[in-house]
Protein backbone atom coordinates (compact mmCIF):
# COMPACT_ATOMS: atom_id res chain seq x y z
CA UNK A 1 0.00 0.00 0.00
CA UNK A 2 1.78 3.56 -1.13
CA UNK A 3 -0.38 5.81 1.22
CA UNK A 4 -1.71 4.11 4.04
CA UNK A 5 -0.62 1.19 6.61
CA UNK A 6 -1.39 -0.31 9.84
CA UNK A 7 -0.68 0.92 13.16
CA UNK A 8 -2.01 0.55 16.96
CA UNK A 9 -4.39 3.27 17.59
CA UNK A 10 -4.33 4.34 20.88
CA UNK A 11 -7.74 3.20 22.93
CA UNK A 12 -8.83 1.66 19.65
CA UNK A 13 -7.35 -1.35 18.67
CA UNK A 14 -5.71 -1.49 15.28
CA UNK A 15 -5.81 1.21 12.50
CA UNK A 16 -4.44 2.95 9.37
CA UNK A 17 -2.80 5.99 8.97
CA UNK A 18 -1.19 7.89 6.31
CA UNK A 19 2.06 7.12 5.21
CA UNK A 20 2.25 10.18 2.87
CA UNK A 21 0.79 14.08 2.62
CA UNK A 22 -2.66 13.89 1.38
CA UNK A 23 -5.11 16.56 -0.23
CA UNK A 24 -8.71 16.93 -0.94
CA UNK A 25 -9.83 14.17 -3.70
CA UNK A 26 -6.74 12.13 -3.34
CA UNK A 27 -7.70 8.20 -3.81
CA UNK A 28 -6.16 6.69 -0.83
CA UNK A 29 -6.61 2.96 -2.45
CA UNK A 30 -9.47 1.10 -3.93
CA UNK A 31 -9.96 -2.10 -2.83
CA UNK A 32 -12.40 -5.16 -4.60
CA UNK A 33 -14.72 -6.84 -2.03
CA UNK A 34 -13.30 -10.29 -0.72
CA UNK A 35 -16.78 -11.55 -1.41
CA UNK A 36 -20.12 -9.72 -1.91
CA UNK A 37 -23.99 -10.78 -2.29
CA UNK A 38 -26.83 -8.70 -3.29
CA UNK A 39 -29.31 -8.31 -0.77
CA UNK A 40 -32.73 -10.67 -0.78
CA UNK A 41 -35.07 -7.82 -1.69
CA UNK A 42 -33.15 -6.77 -4.61
CA UNK A 43 -32.26 -10.18 -6.13
CA UNK A 44 -34.56 -9.72 -9.02
CA UNK A 45 -33.89 -6.45 -10.13
CA UNK A 46 -30.30 -5.97 -9.64
CA UNK A 47 -27.33 -7.52 -11.43
CA UNK A 48 -25.38 -10.22 -9.31
CA UNK A 49 -22.46 -9.38 -10.99
CA UNK A 50 -21.88 -5.74 -11.14
CA UNK A 51 -24.95 -4.85 -8.74
CA UNK A 52 -26.46 -2.39 -11.70
CA UNK A 53 -30.26 -1.85 -11.56
CA UNK A 54 -31.55 -3.28 -14.97
CA UNK A 55 -35.05 -3.27 -16.77
CA UNK A 56 -34.17 -6.84 -18.41
CA UNK A 57 -31.61 -9.34 -16.31
CA UNK A 58 -30.72 -12.97 -17.48
CA UNK A 59 -31.34 -15.40 -15.40
CA UNK A 60 -28.48 -18.36 -13.93
CA UNK A 61 -29.88 -21.32 -16.44
CA UNK A 62 -28.76 -23.52 -13.30
CA UNK A 63 -29.76 -22.39 -9.80
CA UNK A 64 -32.77 -20.11 -11.22
CA UNK A 65 -31.68 -17.63 -8.59
CA UNK A 66 -28.53 -15.32 -9.92
CA UNK A 67 -29.43 -13.08 -12.11
CA UNK A 68 -26.69 -10.76 -14.93
CA UNK A 69 -27.26 -7.94 -17.51
CA UNK A 70 -25.81 -10.13 -20.70
CA UNK A 71 -23.30 -12.84 -21.01
CA UNK A 72 -19.93 -10.71 -19.57
CA UNK A 73 -21.24 -10.24 -16.81
CA UNK A 74 -22.32 -14.09 -15.97
CA UNK A 75 -19.02 -15.21 -17.35
CA UNK A 76 -17.14 -12.49 -14.59
CA UNK A 77 -19.29 -14.21 -11.71
CA UNK A 78 -19.05 -17.23 -12.50
CA UNK A 79 -15.91 -17.80 -10.33
CA UNK A 80 -17.72 -16.35 -7.50
CA UNK A 81 -21.07 -18.32 -8.23
CA UNK A 82 -19.66 -21.78 -9.45
CA UNK A 83 -20.03 -23.62 -5.72
CA UNK A 84 -22.74 -21.63 -4.85
CA UNK A 85 -24.99 -22.34 -8.05
CA UNK A 86 -24.80 -26.02 -7.41
CA UNK A 87 -25.32 -25.46 -3.46
CA UNK A 88 -28.84 -22.84 -4.02
CA UNK A 89 -29.51 -25.83 -6.53
CA UNK A 90 -29.22 -28.44 -3.92
CA UNK A 91 -30.76 -26.92 -1.32
CA UNK A 92 -33.95 -26.21 -3.13
CA UNK A 93 -33.52 -22.31 -2.60
CA UNK A 94 -31.32 -19.21 -1.52
CA UNK A 95 -30.67 -18.66 1.53
CA UNK A 96 -30.40 -15.51 3.12
CA UNK A 97 -27.74 -12.66 2.22
CA UNK A 98 -25.89 -13.45 5.32
CA UNK A 99 -25.73 -17.03 5.42
CA UNK A 100 -25.11 -16.67 1.12
CA UNK A 101 -22.55 -13.64 1.60
CA UNK A 102 -20.56 -16.26 4.89
CA UNK A 103 -20.45 -18.89 2.07
CA UNK A 104 -18.63 -16.65 -0.71
CA UNK A 105 -16.05 -15.98 2.19
CA UNK A 106 -15.35 -19.57 3.42
CA UNK A 107 -15.35 -20.75 -0.17
CA UNK A 108 -12.34 -18.32 -0.97
CA UNK A 109 -10.75 -18.46 1.79
CA UNK A 110 -10.93 -22.85 1.27
CA UNK A 111 -9.59 -22.17 -2.23
CA UNK A 112 -6.77 -19.04 -2.07
CA UNK A 113 -6.14 -18.98 1.51
CA UNK A 114 -7.58 -15.78 3.85
CA UNK A 115 -4.91 -13.42 2.27
CA UNK A 116 -5.51 -12.98 -1.19
CA UNK A 117 -3.68 -10.40 -2.64
CA UNK A 118 -0.90 -8.23 -1.56
CA UNK A 119 -2.30 -5.60 -0.93
CA UNK A 120 -4.42 -6.96 1.54
CA UNK A 121 -4.06 -6.13 4.98
CA UNK A 122 -5.95 -8.52 7.41
CA UNK A 123 -7.43 -11.95 6.82
CA UNK A 124 -10.89 -12.56 8.12
CA UNK A 125 -9.43 -14.09 11.25
CA UNK A 126 -8.23 -10.77 12.31
CA UNK A 127 -11.37 -8.95 11.85
CA UNK A 128 -13.57 -8.66 15.12
CA UNK A 129 -17.20 -10.29 15.14
CA UNK A 130 -18.13 -8.91 18.69
CA UNK A 131 -20.20 -11.95 18.93
CA UNK A 132 -19.65 -11.41 23.03
CA UNK A 133 -21.30 -8.06 22.70
CA UNK A 134 -24.41 -9.36 20.93
CA UNK A 135 -27.25 -8.98 22.30
CA UNK A 136 -29.96 -11.83 23.21
CA UNK A 137 -32.27 -10.94 19.99
CA UNK A 138 -29.32 -10.84 17.96
CA UNK A 139 -27.62 -14.09 19.06
CA UNK A 140 -31.05 -15.76 18.26
CA UNK A 141 -30.98 -14.90 14.74
CA UNK A 142 -27.11 -15.39 14.63
CA UNK A 143 -27.99 -19.29 15.54
CA UNK A 144 -30.81 -19.84 12.92
CA UNK A 145 -28.58 -18.38 10.50
CA UNK A 146 -25.73 -20.82 11.28
CA UNK A 147 -28.35 -23.52 11.46
CA UNK A 148 -29.31 -22.15 7.70
CA UNK A 149 -25.82 -22.31 7.06
CA UNK A 150 -24.92 -25.70 7.71
CA UNK A 151 -28.04 -27.01 5.70
CA UNK A 152 -26.43 -24.77 2.71
CA UNK A 153 -22.92 -25.97 2.98
CA UNK A 154 -22.24 -28.51 0.11
CA UNK A 155 -20.73 -31.92 1.59
CA UNK A 156 -18.69 -31.76 -0.61
CA UNK A 157 -17.25 -28.46 0.41
CA UNK A 158 -14.69 -28.31 3.47
CA UNK A 159 -16.45 -28.65 6.39
CA UNK A 160 -15.94 -26.14 9.19
CA UNK A 161 -16.77 -25.80 12.78
CA UNK A 162 -19.27 -23.57 14.37
CA UNK A 163 -17.18 -21.09 15.85
CA UNK A 164 -15.54 -20.15 12.84
CA UNK A 165 -19.37 -20.10 10.78
CA UNK A 166 -20.35 -17.86 13.42
CA UNK A 167 -17.00 -15.65 13.60
CA UNK A 168 -17.50 -15.20 9.80
CA UNK A 169 -21.22 -13.92 10.28
CA UNK A 170 -20.21 -11.68 13.28
CA UNK A 171 -18.18 -9.81 10.99
CA UNK A 172 -20.13 -9.27 8.56
CA UNK A 173 -22.89 -7.96 10.66
CA UNK A 174 -20.56 -5.28 11.92
CA UNK A 175 -18.37 -4.78 9.29
CA UNK A 176 -20.34 -5.36 6.22
CA UNK A 177 -20.40 -2.53 4.24
CA UNK A 178 -22.74 -1.51 2.00
CA UNK A 179 -23.15 -1.25 -1.50
CA UNK A 180 -25.08 0.92 -3.92
CA UNK A 181 -26.20 0.47 -7.22
CA UNK A 182 -24.78 2.71 -10.36
CA UNK A 183 -26.79 5.57 -9.31
CA UNK A 184 -25.56 5.62 -5.72
CA UNK A 185 -29.17 6.23 -4.74
CA UNK A 186 -29.90 2.57 -3.12
CA UNK A 187 -28.26 0.31 -1.07
CA UNK A 188 -29.05 -3.29 -3.21
CA UNK A 189 -25.61 -5.52 -1.48
CA UNK A 190 -23.42 -5.78 0.80
CA UNK A 191 -19.82 -6.93 0.43
CA UNK A 192 -16.49 -7.50 2.89
CA UNK A 193 -13.75 -5.36 2.63
CA UNK A 194 -10.89 -6.57 4.34
CA UNK A 195 -8.81 -3.05 4.08
CA UNK A 196 -11.91 -1.13 4.67
CA UNK A 197 -12.44 -3.03 8.20
CA UNK A 198 -9.38 -1.27 9.61
CA UNK A 199 -10.23 2.26 9.21
CA UNK A 200 -12.08 3.49 12.58
CA UNK A 201 -14.90 5.89 12.76
CA UNK A 202 -14.51 9.29 13.95
CA UNK A 203 -18.11 11.54 13.51
CA UNK A 204 -15.37 14.45 11.65
CA UNK A 205 -13.47 12.18 9.45
CA UNK A 206 -10.92 13.10 6.76
CA UNK A 207 -11.99 10.73 4.56
CA UNK A 208 -15.04 9.45 2.74
CA UNK A 209 -15.86 5.76 1.03
CA UNK A 210 -17.74 5.21 -2.43
CA UNK A 211 -18.35 2.27 -4.23
CA UNK A 212 -17.82 2.72 -8.27
CA UNK A 213 -19.64 -0.09 -9.55
CA UNK A 214 -16.74 -0.05 -12.68
CA UNK A 215 -17.01 1.28 -16.00
CA UNK A 216 -19.41 0.28 -18.22
CA UNK A 217 -18.02 0.50 -21.63
CA UNK A 218 -17.72 -2.22 -24.18
CA UNK A 219 -14.61 -2.49 -25.09
CA UNK A 220 -13.16 -2.40 -21.48
CA UNK A 221 -15.09 -5.52 -20.28
CA UNK A 222 -12.28 -6.63 -18.49
CA UNK A 223 -13.66 -3.94 -15.99
CA UNK A 224 -17.22 -4.80 -16.64
CA UNK A 225 -17.50 -5.83 -13.05
CA UNK A 226 -15.13 -4.60 -11.44
CA UNK A 227 -17.07 -3.41 -8.33
CA UNK A 228 -14.34 -1.56 -6.07
CA UNK A 229 -14.41 0.91 -2.84
CA UNK A 230 -12.23 3.75 -3.34
CA UNK A 231 -10.88 6.01 -0.04
CA UNK A 232 -11.11 9.76 -0.57
CA UNK A 233 -9.00 12.18 1.47
CA UNK A 234 -11.63 14.96 2.06
CA UNK A 235 -8.77 17.55 2.96
CA UNK A 236 -5.13 17.66 3.88
CA UNK A 237 -3.90 14.25 5.59
CA UNK A 238 -0.39 14.77 7.15
CA UNK A 239 2.04 11.66 7.64
CA UNK A 240 0.97 9.82 10.48
CA UNK A 241 -2.27 11.16 10.78
CA UNK A 242 -5.16 8.29 11.59
CA UNK A 243 -7.63 8.19 8.56
CA UNK A 244 -10.45 8.08 9.75
CA UNK A 245 -14.11 7.72 8.00
CA UNK A 246 -17.82 8.08 9.34
CA UNK A 247 -20.80 4.77 9.91
CA UNK A 248 -23.38 7.54 10.85
CA UNK A 249 -24.96 10.00 9.38
CA UNK A 250 -23.16 13.90 11.14
CA UNK A 251 -26.66 15.13 11.43
CA UNK A 252 -28.00 13.27 14.11
CA UNK A 253 -26.96 14.68 17.83
CA UNK A 254 -24.23 13.33 19.32
CA UNK A 255 -25.91 11.09 21.83
CA UNK A 256 -27.60 9.51 18.58
CA UNK A 257 -24.68 8.74 16.84
CA UNK A 258 -23.13 7.29 20.01
CA UNK A 259 -26.23 4.93 20.79
CA UNK A 260 -26.35 4.21 17.15
CA UNK A 261 -22.62 3.55 16.83
CA UNK A 262 -22.65 1.22 20.51
CA UNK A 263 -25.81 -0.65 19.17
CA UNK A 264 -24.40 -1.63 15.58
CA UNK A 265 -20.50 -1.02 15.78
CA UNK A 266 -20.30 -1.72 19.58
CA UNK A 267 -17.71 0.77 20.73
CA UNK A 268 -18.33 4.11 22.55
CA UNK A 269 -17.63 7.29 20.29
CA UNK A 270 -14.97 9.25 21.80
CA UNK A 271 -14.28 11.78 18.88
CA UNK A 272 -13.85 15.19 19.21
CA UNK A 273 -17.28 15.99 18.10
CA UNK A 274 -18.90 13.58 20.55
CA UNK A 275 -16.88 14.56 23.06
CA UNK A 276 -17.47 18.57 23.02
CA UNK A 277 -21.16 17.89 21.29
CA UNK A 278 -20.00 20.36 18.66
CA UNK A 279 -22.69 21.92 17.11
CA UNK A 280 -25.60 20.04 18.92
CA UNK A 281 -26.66 23.30 20.04
CA UNK A 282 -27.06 24.51 16.56
CA UNK A 283 -29.06 21.25 15.71
CA UNK A 284 -32.00 21.73 18.26
CA UNK A 285 -31.68 25.61 18.26
CA UNK A 286 -34.58 28.07 18.51
CA UNK A 287 -35.31 30.74 16.41
CA UNK A 288 -34.81 34.36 16.60
CA UNK A 289 -37.78 36.60 15.51
CA UNK A 290 -36.81 40.60 15.08
CA UNK A 291 -33.63 39.71 17.12
CA UNK A 292 -35.24 38.66 19.82
CA UNK A 293 -34.91 35.05 20.78
CA UNK A 294 -37.97 32.66 21.20
CA UNK A 295 -38.74 30.86 24.87
CA UNK A 296 -37.61 27.79 25.09
CA UNK A 297 -40.50 26.27 26.38
CA UNK A 298 -41.94 26.88 22.78
CA UNK A 299 -38.45 25.47 21.23
CA UNK A 300 -39.32 22.40 23.46
CA UNK A 301 -42.77 22.14 22.81
CA UNK A 302 -42.65 22.78 18.86
CA UNK A 303 -39.47 20.03 18.51
CA UNK A 304 -41.51 17.55 20.57
CA UNK A 305 -44.22 17.96 18.21
CA UNK A 306 -42.02 17.99 15.14
CA UNK A 307 -40.62 14.52 16.64
CA UNK A 308 -44.05 12.85 16.56
CA UNK A 309 -44.79 14.83 13.22
CA UNK A 310 -41.66 12.70 11.96
CA UNK A 311 -42.90 9.36 12.94
CA UNK A 312 -45.98 10.15 11.32
CA UNK A 313 -44.58 11.26 8.19
CA UNK A 314 -42.13 7.82 8.24
CA UNK A 315 -44.88 5.52 8.18
CA UNK A 316 -46.98 7.32 5.43
CA UNK A 317 -43.83 7.61 3.17
CA UNK A 318 -43.08 4.02 3.56
CA UNK A 319 -46.53 2.95 2.56
CA UNK A 320 -45.77 5.33 -0.53
CA UNK A 321 -48.76 7.80 0.73
CA UNK A 322 -46.96 10.75 -1.38
CA UNK A 323 -49.76 12.75 -0.77
CA UNK A 324 -50.52 12.36 3.14
CA UNK A 325 -46.25 13.04 3.50
CA UNK A 326 -47.20 15.95 2.01
CA UNK A 327 -49.68 17.08 4.19
CA UNK A 328 -47.74 16.10 7.36
CA UNK A 329 -44.79 18.19 6.31
CA UNK A 330 -46.70 21.05 5.22
CA UNK A 331 -48.48 21.16 8.76
CA UNK A 332 -45.44 20.22 10.47
CA UNK A 333 -43.34 23.00 8.59
CA UNK A 334 -46.11 25.63 9.21
CA UNK A 335 -45.82 25.68 13.05
CA UNK A 336 -41.94 25.07 12.79
CA UNK A 337 -41.85 28.54 11.27
CA UNK A 338 -40.27 31.57 13.66
CA UNK A 339 -39.86 28.97 16.32
CA UNK A 340 -37.21 26.81 15.28
CA UNK A 341 -33.95 27.63 13.89
CA UNK A 342 -32.94 26.89 10.46
CA UNK A 343 -30.46 25.06 11.67
CA UNK A 344 -32.53 22.34 13.67
CA UNK A 345 -32.50 18.93 12.51
CA UNK A 346 -36.33 18.41 12.73
CA UNK A 347 -37.01 20.88 10.48
CA UNK A 348 -34.16 20.47 7.78
CA UNK A 349 -35.62 16.77 7.63
CA UNK A 350 -39.18 18.43 6.86
CA UNK A 351 -38.17 20.52 4.55
CA UNK A 352 -35.79 17.53 2.55
CA UNK A 353 -38.72 15.58 2.62
CA UNK A 354 -40.86 18.17 1.24
CA UNK A 355 -38.28 18.90 -1.44
CA UNK A 356 -37.81 15.37 -2.15
CA UNK A 357 -41.27 14.52 -2.64
CA UNK A 358 -43.15 17.55 -3.72
CA UNK A 359 -40.32 17.05 -7.12
CA UNK A 360 -41.84 13.83 -7.53
CA UNK A 361 -44.81 15.31 -7.73
CA UNK A 362 -43.55 17.66 -10.24
CA UNK A 363 -44.73 20.43 -7.88
CA UNK A 364 -40.71 21.70 -8.82
CA UNK A 365 -41.61 25.87 -7.71
CA UNK A 366 -42.28 24.97 -4.14
CA UNK A 367 -39.88 21.73 -4.35
CA UNK A 368 -36.73 24.36 -5.10
CA UNK A 369 -38.24 26.52 -2.45
CA UNK A 370 -37.45 23.84 0.25
CA UNK A 371 -34.89 22.44 -1.53
CA UNK A 372 -33.02 25.64 -1.36
CA UNK A 373 -34.02 25.83 2.57
CA UNK A 374 -32.31 22.53 3.20
CA UNK A 375 -28.96 23.32 1.62
CA UNK A 376 -28.53 26.62 3.41
CA UNK A 377 -29.24 24.44 6.81
CA UNK A 378 -27.15 21.94 5.50
CA UNK A 379 -24.17 24.09 4.74
CA UNK A 380 -23.82 25.24 8.50
CA UNK A 381 -23.69 21.52 10.15
CA UNK A 382 -22.06 19.54 7.39
CA UNK A 383 -17.92 19.15 6.60
CA UNK A 384 -17.95 21.31 3.15
CA UNK A 385 -16.94 18.13 1.57
CA UNK A 386 -18.63 15.91 2.89
CA UNK A 387 -20.64 14.06 0.39
CA UNK A 388 -24.15 13.77 1.40
CA UNK A 389 -24.07 18.06 1.20
CA UNK A 390 -23.26 16.98 -2.41
CA UNK A 391 -25.96 14.77 -2.77
CA UNK A 392 -28.38 17.15 -1.38
CA UNK A 393 -27.49 20.24 -3.36
CA UNK A 394 -27.20 18.38 -6.87
CA UNK A 395 -30.85 17.57 -5.95
CA UNK A 396 -31.54 20.72 -5.39
CA UNK A 397 -30.38 22.10 -8.03
CA UNK A 398 -32.11 19.76 -10.38
CA UNK A 399 -34.81 20.93 -8.48
CA UNK A 400 -33.93 24.58 -9.46
CA UNK A 401 -33.77 23.83 -13.03
CA UNK A 402 -36.78 21.82 -13.45
CA UNK A 403 -38.76 25.08 -11.82
CA UNK A 404 -37.04 27.71 -14.41
CA UNK A 405 -34.36 29.17 -11.58
CA UNK A 406 -32.30 28.51 -14.64
CA UNK A 407 -29.32 30.60 -12.01
CA UNK A 408 -30.12 29.11 -9.12
CA UNK A 409 -29.91 26.20 -10.38
CA UNK A 410 -26.77 25.98 -12.39
CA UNK A 411 -24.68 27.79 -9.02
CA UNK A 412 -25.82 24.74 -7.01
CA UNK A 413 -25.11 21.92 -9.39
CA UNK A 414 -21.70 23.66 -9.97
CA UNK A 415 -20.79 23.47 -5.87
CA UNK A 416 -22.28 20.22 -6.14
CA UNK A 417 -19.90 20.00 -8.75
CA UNK A 418 -16.81 20.65 -6.97
CA UNK A 419 -17.73 18.47 -3.60
CA UNK A 420 -18.47 15.02 -5.98
CA UNK A 421 -15.39 15.56 -7.60
CA UNK A 422 -13.47 15.13 -4.31
CA UNK A 423 -16.05 12.95 -2.72
CA UNK A 424 -16.68 10.56 -5.95
CA UNK A 425 -14.48 11.96 -8.47
CA UNK A 426 -14.31 12.30 -11.72
CA UNK A 427 -14.80 9.36 -13.33
CA UNK A 428 -17.60 8.49 -10.99
CA UNK A 429 -20.74 7.71 -13.03
CA UNK A 430 -22.71 10.23 -10.69
CA UNK A 431 -20.08 13.04 -11.19
CA UNK A 432 -20.27 12.19 -14.84
CA UNK A 433 -24.17 12.58 -14.58
CA UNK A 434 -23.60 16.17 -13.18
CA UNK A 435 -20.82 17.12 -15.49
CA UNK A 436 -23.18 16.58 -18.41
CA UNK A 437 -25.90 18.61 -16.49
CA UNK A 438 -23.45 21.67 -15.51
CA UNK A 439 -22.26 21.64 -18.80
CA UNK A 440 -26.85 21.95 -20.17
CA UNK A 441 -27.51 24.76 -17.55
CA UNK A 442 -24.69 26.42 -18.55
CA UNK A 443 -25.38 26.91 -21.74
CA UNK A 444 -29.15 27.31 -20.73
CA UNK A 445 -27.91 30.54 -18.68
CA UNK A 446 -26.08 31.69 -21.53
CA UNK A 447 -29.13 31.55 -23.74
CA UNK A 448 -31.50 32.82 -20.63
CA UNK A 449 -29.24 35.79 -20.40
CA UNK A 450 -29.79 36.37 -24.64
CA UNK A 451 -33.05 35.76 -25.17
CA UNK A 452 -35.18 35.07 -22.26
CA UNK A 453 -38.33 33.99 -24.65
CA UNK A 454 -35.78 31.52 -26.64
CA UNK A 455 -34.76 29.98 -23.29
CA UNK A 456 -38.72 29.27 -22.09
CA UNK A 457 -39.31 27.70 -24.99
CA UNK A 458 -36.15 25.51 -25.04
CA UNK A 459 -37.04 24.14 -21.54
CA UNK A 460 -40.12 23.60 -22.64
CA UNK A 461 -38.77 21.08 -24.65
CA UNK A 462 -36.01 19.68 -22.29
CA UNK A 463 -38.44 19.20 -19.74
CA UNK A 464 -40.56 17.05 -22.23
CA UNK A 465 -37.69 14.84 -23.29
CA UNK A 466 -36.83 14.59 -19.90
CA UNK A 467 -33.23 14.46 -20.23
CA UNK A 468 -32.05 14.97 -16.60
CA UNK A 469 -33.76 11.79 -14.98
CA UNK A 470 -32.55 12.55 -11.79
CA UNK A 471 -35.52 12.08 -9.84
CA UNK A 472 -36.92 8.37 -9.08
CA UNK A 473 -39.21 8.06 -6.83
CA UNK A 474 -38.26 9.09 -2.99
CA UNK A 475 -36.57 6.09 -1.84
CA UNK A 476 -38.14 4.78 2.13
CA UNK A 477 -34.06 3.62 3.15
CA UNK A 478 -31.84 6.67 2.47
CA UNK A 479 -28.13 5.96 1.34
CA UNK A 480 -26.95 8.28 4.61
CA UNK A 481 -25.21 5.47 6.48
CA UNK A 482 -23.43 2.99 4.17
CA UNK A 483 -22.37 0.95 6.55
CA UNK A 484 -24.84 -2.11 7.12
CA UNK A 485 -27.67 -1.22 9.69
CA UNK A 486 -30.21 -4.18 11.07
ZN1 LIG B 1 -24.07 -6.69 -14.79
ZN1 LIG C 1 -26.62 -20.19 -10.79
ZN1 LIG D 1 -18.25 10.72 17.47
Known sequence: MEFVEVFDSPG????????KELWAGDVLFSEAPFASVVFDGHAACVCHGCFRRQEKLQRCGQCRFAQYCDRTCQR??????????AAIKNYGKAPNESVRLAARVM??????????????LSTMDELEDHISDMPEEDMKDLKVDIHNFLDFWPRSSKPHTVDSISHILGVINCNGFMMSDQRGLQAVGVGLFPNLCLINHDCWPNCTVILNNGNQSAIDTAFHSQKRIELHALGKISPGEEVSVSYVDYLNLSEDRRRLLKQQYFFDCTCEHCTNKTKDDLKMAGAEVEGVPVPEENVKEITENSRKMLEKMEQARIEANYNEVVKICRECVEKQENVLAD????QLKMWSTLSEVLSYLQFFEEAAFYARKMVEGYLKLYHPNNAQLG???MRAGVTHWQAG?????HGMICKAYAILMITQGPTHPITKDLEAMRMQTEMELRMFKQKEYVYHQMREAALQNQPMRMMAEPFNESIKS???RK
Not at 107 to 120: I, M
Request: charged residues 30%; glycine residues 8%; aromatic residues 8%.
Open 482 to 484: LFR
Open 107 to 120: WRTDKEGSVVSDLQ
Open 76 to 85: AAWEEHKLEC
Open 405 to 409: HIEVG
Open 343 to 346: THIY
Open 391 to 393: MAT
Open 12 to 19: KGRGLRAT
